[in-house]
């Protein structure tokens, strides 16, 4: 069967390039063809633009954006490693549409052929963004006879905005299934007056640690070590790890660009890399749901704390889901590495099986069109 996804693409974050990819492989080794939709719209496509003004005191004349832009350049410049190395990836690993989609007008007119579509994973109905609000991501542009279904969709919020919800009922009631990806996500279709909802797990999920470790980048440190990923800069992370380096000797590793404190950041480089990272780190600490969903797959000692943002449910209910208690923290908690044992896999490895096998079988059903039991 042919088989089109749409998610957020070519984004240039590490969990958005590795859920894409696994879900293409999983469809794959399901025996179908399977793309992704080339779908860029303008609110997801500013990445590394060299020429930005972004700050609206230099946008006044051409002499103050000259200035800005020179400015700016060199470290732009330097950057763009980053996005050849993601580029790679993509090209490597994300097989998509030749044509380019800007809109879901785009999208109706010059409809992707293919027997069943599928939106989702990430955070394609997150309202706090322009993509929960974007009809193509509901798969709006696809015809009600074609086969739509959506897997682990994340509203990543506990409940929407009164104005968005007629909107959501309208475009969610038109998939022929329904698979979100937090059980805030389910509750929240509920409240509309959905009910042939499920809850399943992020597609990195659908393939096992094996499989992830042989795309995996050769190892970029031969010292143990701590990997942070926060994307707030979370001055209790960074309290924290800290602390962690003092007592045991480890050594701080980073994939986040304005990360100070680590002895080596890896920022530039792709998602080969940070599956390696997080595979042989001693201890991750995070702010990011892929980096908690890869320490669960690679069984790696975590603390998680929450984020600035209202979208913490993404990884409280992740968390919850695999009865993994005590390591989700607030800004002002106070955190103390010694108190907090080990996560023990092996008693909680039966609930992870059975819900990947889940989340295999539902979509093994939704693109038989049969009903899930």
């Not at 991750?284 to 969903?293: D, G, K, L, Q, T």
């Not at 955190?335 to 539902?362: A, P």
Request: charged share 25%; net charge neutral.
């Amino acid at each position: 069967m042919k088989v089109l996804t749409i998610t957020c693409h070519d984004v240039y974050n590490y969990g958005a390039s590795l859920q894409e990819y696994a879900l293409l492989e999983f469809l794959k080794e399901e025996g179908h063809t399977s793309e992704t939709i080339n779908y860029k719209p303008p609110y997801l496509s500013n990445h590394f633009n060299l020429w930005q003004v972004s700050h609206p005191f230099f946008s006044r004349n051409i002499l103050t954006r000259l200035i800005y832009l020179v400015l700016k350049l060199p470290k732009r410049l330097y950057n763009r490693k980053r996005k050849r190395n993601f580029d790679e990836f993509t090209k490597n690993y994300i097989p998509s549409t030749h044509t380019l989609y800007k809109n879901n007008e785009e999208l109706k007119n010059y409809l992707p052929i293919a027997e069943a579509y599928i939106c989702g994973s990430d955070q394609i109905w997150n309202s706090f963004f322009e993509n929960g609000k974007d009809p193509a991501f509901y798969l709006d542009f696809v015809p009600s006879n074609k086969l739509k279904i959506s897997y682990a969709a994340s509203f990543a919020i506990d409940s929407l905005e009164e104005n968005l919800k007629p909107f959501v009922k309208e475009k969610v009631s038109r998939l022929n299934h329904i698979a979100v990806r937090e059980t805030s996500g389910v509750k929240i279709l509920n409240d509309l007056g959905i009910d042939n909802v499920v809850q399943v797990l992020d597609p990195v999920f659908l393939l096992n640690k094996d499989h992830w470790a042989s795309i995996a980048k050769p190892k970029k440190v031969h010292e143990d070590y701590i990997f942070i990923y926060d994307f707030d800069y979370n001055p209790a992370i960074q309290e924290f790890a800290q602390k962690v380096r003092k007592n045991t000797g480890y050594k701080i590793i980073s994939m986040n660009e304005l990360n100070t404190y680590s002895d080596y950041n890896y920022y530039l480089e792709g998602p080969e890399v940070f599956l390696d990272l997080v595979r042989n780190a001693k201890l991750v600490v995070a702010n990011s749901f892929h980096a908690v969903a890869f320490s669960i797959i690679f069984q790696k000692e975590m603390v998680v704390f929450n984020r600035k943002e209202a979208i913490n449910t993404r990884m409280r209910d992740l968390l919850n889901l695999f009865n993994i208690h005590g390591r989700l923290f607030g800004k002002n908690d106070n955190v103390s590495w010694d108190n907090l044992g080990t996560i023990n896999y092996d008693e909680i490895q039966g609930s992870i099986h059975q819900h990947i096998e889940y989340s295999k079988n539902y979509l093994r059903k939704a693109l038989n069109n049969l009903e899930l039991n």
